[in-house]
């Protein structure tokens, strides 16, 4: 039986301390995804890494399925009184089924309750695309460590909204 392209029913939490193994996990799957080799995985290894302090400090919310797997989580971090969308990762066997969308949308909600009306992301070059789908334009870009590897820097503004209501 084909699996549905829909997405079943899921719920989007905040993430517990006791669940930073698990994300790391789910970083390096849903980094090696898009076919990077292992020196390039070796050289992001210490990147990749959600602590249980990152889930006490930030905005951490993870999106689980109806059976508690988790699917995929987001970062969301405040730096120098602006918000940056420091992760946002799917499990490589639901990319494309909407998940990262609802993280997306779901961090952009809850920018909108911390008073923000836009956040600040940097992009895996592969993952670009998504966030300009999603209505982030590029900003700028940064080289990575890796020379003539160069990372989108993206703004996305919020729709407009009323933050009184």
Do not use: C
């Not at 993870?62 to 508690?68: A, C, G, M, R």
């Not at 995929?72 to 946002?88: I, S, V, W």
């Not at 066997?93 to 008073?115: K, Q």
Request: hydrophobic share 40%; glycine share 6%.
């Amino acid at each position: 039986m084909t699996e549905s392209t829909t997405p079943k029913t899921y719920s989007i939490r905040q993430a517990q301390p006791n669940e930073a193994s698990l994300l790391t996990e789910l970083n390096w799957r849903s980094k090696a995804y898009w076919g990077y080799d292992d020196d390039f995985m070796n050289l992001v290894r210490d990147e990749m890494i959600t602590t249980a302090e990152d889930i006490i400090n930030e905005h951490v919310y993870i999106l689980e399925n109806s059976d508690h797997r988790i699917m995929g989580f987001y970062e969301l971090k405040t730096l120098d009184n602006h918000l940056h969308l420091d992760a946002l990762f799917i499990d490589p066997s639901v990319i494309g089924l909407g998940y990262g969308r609802a993280l997306f949308n779901h961090a952009a909600s809850l920018a909108v309750e911390l008073g923000f009306n836009q956040f600040t992301l940097e992009a895996d070059p592969n993952a670009e695309a998504f966030y300009l789908k999603l209505g982030a334009r590029r900003v700028g870009e940064r080289e990575s460590r890796i020379k003539g590897r160069f990372l989108p820097q993206m703004l996305y503004s919020i729709p407009a909204f009323d933050i009184d209501n």
